[in-house]
């Protein structure tokens, strides 16, 4: 018996949630996935829990029951913590300035931040949808050395030409379109299909 070649990267994303505001992403983000057949690891950080059950209605075991898998924040020997272990990356929805800034350093001290690094140093798609604002030096540098290593940034801002109603459909226009960095096609985004009515 032979092993499936190495070509056929698993249908299988690594998603953190960690403390910043924003948790709806990464809620968003699992539905998204099991709507596509993708299967789920979930690790989420202490803080993104309490900011949870700030920012929403939702359980603990409302987020967790979303993913395929679930990984505890501490689990150095959890499969997502190593190379030889294929997915098609990471995404963190939404990614804390403090996360980021684990990640560019390569000082991790969590399983969330292992992942990720493990993402980069396996040269595969690593999205961090940061959430802070206004930006300051440090935090401009940080993105830098992240770009520089392979890393995606791709803040959650809002997409006005799809017409949004509703903060829902913010969040998942942004969701989607990170996602698209996967090649992940989810119905929920809006396409821009070009300025209608205009003269060539």
Same mark, same amino acid.
């Given at each position: 018996? +032979?092993?499936?070649? /190495?070509?056929?990267? =698993?249908?299988?994303?690594?998603?953190? &949630?960690? @403390?910043?505001? %924003?948790?709806?992403?990464?809620? *968003?983000?699992?539905? #998204?996935? !099991?709507? /596509?057949?993708?299967?789920?690891?979930?690790?989420?950080?202490?803080?993104?829990?309490?900011?949870?059950?700030?920012?929403?209605? /939702?359980?603990?075991?409302?987020?967790? %029951? *979303?993913?395929d898998?679930?990984?505890?924040?501490?689990?150095? %020997?959890?499969? &997502?913590?190593?190379?030889?272990?294929?997915?098609?990356?990471?995404?963190?929805a939404?990614?804390?300035?403090? +996360?980021?800034?684990?990640i560019?350093?390569?000082?991790?001290?969590?399983?969330?931040?292992r992942a990720?690094?493990?993402?980069? !140093?396996?040269?595969?798609?690593?999205?961090?949808?940061?959430?802070?604002? =206004?930006?300051?030096?440090?935090?401009?540098?940080?993105?830098?050395?992240?770009?520089?290593? @392979?890393?995606? &940034?791709? =803040?959650? /801002?809002?997409?006005?030409? #799809?017409?949004?109603?509703?903060?829902?459909? &913010? $969040?998942?226009?942004?969701?989607?379109?990170?996602?698209?960095?996967?090649?992940?096609d989810?119905?929920? $985004?809006?396409?821009?299909? %070009?300025l209608?009515?205009?003269? #060539?």
């Amino acid at each position: 018996m +032979t092993d499936a070649p /190495l070509s056929s990267t =698993p249908r299988r994303l690594v998603v953190g &949630i960690s @403390g910043a505001s %924003g948790v709806a992403y990464g809620v *968003r983000v699992l539905d #998204a996935l !099991k709507e /596509l057949g993708v299967e789920s690891h979930l690790v989420i950080s202490r803080a993104a829990l309490l900011t949870l059950s700030q920012e929403t209605d /939702l359980t603990p075991d409302d987020v967790t %029951g *979303r993913a395929d898998v679930v990984h505890r924040i501490n689990d150095v %020997g959890a499969t &997502i913590a190593s190379g030889s272990f294929r997915t098609m990356g990471m995404i963190i929805a939404p990614c804390s300035v403090r +996360t980021m800034s684990e990640i560019a350093t390569g000082v991790t001290s969590t399983l969330l931040t292992r992942a990720a690094d493990v993402v980069l !140093k396996e040269r595969r798609t690593l999205v961090l949808m940061v959430r802070e604002t =206004p930006l300051h030096l440090g935090h401009l540098r940080t993105m830098t050395a992240l770009a520089e290593m @392979g890393a995606i &940034i791709a =803040p959650p /801002l809002p997409a006005m030409y #799809a017409r949004p109603e509703s903060v829902e459909q &913010i $969040v998942d226009q942004s969701v989607g379109r990170a996602l698209d960095l996967f090649g992940l096609d989810w119905a929920a $985004v809006r396409r821009w299909n %070009g300025l209608q009515g205009t003269e #060539a």
